[in-house]
């Protein structure tokens, strides 16, 4: 069995017309937190959207270390390879705006089928990390901030356990306190042993949290290796993405 929890290979995709991803080789380890960077436009949410069946990849492999063997989920759906335990939050965040926040982390709790059947310990967990979730509890979520809304879709994902926690730049558009608070509850999350990825723009967030480090340009990875490493050198930051940690 690989160390690696998910591993892209030679991965492309096409969306209409356009090819995308142009060979994208990709390797999350088990238990870390893996930054996806690169400038807009670069094919990280599109690499996110291929992993998760949204859009079906046109060439190359993206393989999941089941718990018994590697799996090959190139070509399976959304469906399944959520029932794997990939959550996904995307940048829009997907929050149901007419429910209220209970009803949202409920849709989540695929294994309750009432608020009460939920897991009482790990909900007082994430009220820990999102004290926002708790205070709007019985609000509808499409009243809430921006930030809390982004609690809400993050609180969601991970309302269960999951093996694979992918997000989409979750600090965008947050005021710098609520980021911090953010980059706190990653960081816990982290320490439960959780693997996550990141696609993110704000730097000083990566160099926080990041383990790892994926860089994208043009379709592809063109750079892998430890966030720390990346985050010492100037020169290699200027190079890939235009600016300096």
Known sequence: MSDNLLTLSGVHTHIG??????????????????????????????????????????????????????????????PEI????????????????????????LLAARSAKRAADMDEKRLKWIFSLFPAVEKFWNHPAGKLSGGQKQMVAVARAIVEPRALLIVDEPSKGLAPAIINNMIDAFAQLKATGTTILLVEQNLNFAKRLGDSVAVMDNGRVVHSGAMQALAEDTVLQQSLLGLAL
């Open 82 to 105: 959520a029932e794997l335990g990939i959550a996904y939050v995307p940048e829009t965040m997907g929050i149901f705006a007419d429910l209220t926040v209970k009803e949202n982390m």
């Open 17 to 78: 017309a356009y090819h995308i991803l142009h060979g994208v080789d990709l390797a999350i380890p088990k238990g870390k937190l893996t930054m996806l960077l690169g400038r807009n436009g670069a094919g990280k949410t599109t690499t996110l959207r291929t992993i998760m069946g949204l859009w079906q990849a046109s060439q190359g492999r993206v393989q999941f270390a089941g718990q018994d063997t590697d799996l090959d989920i190139t070509h399976r759906s959304t």
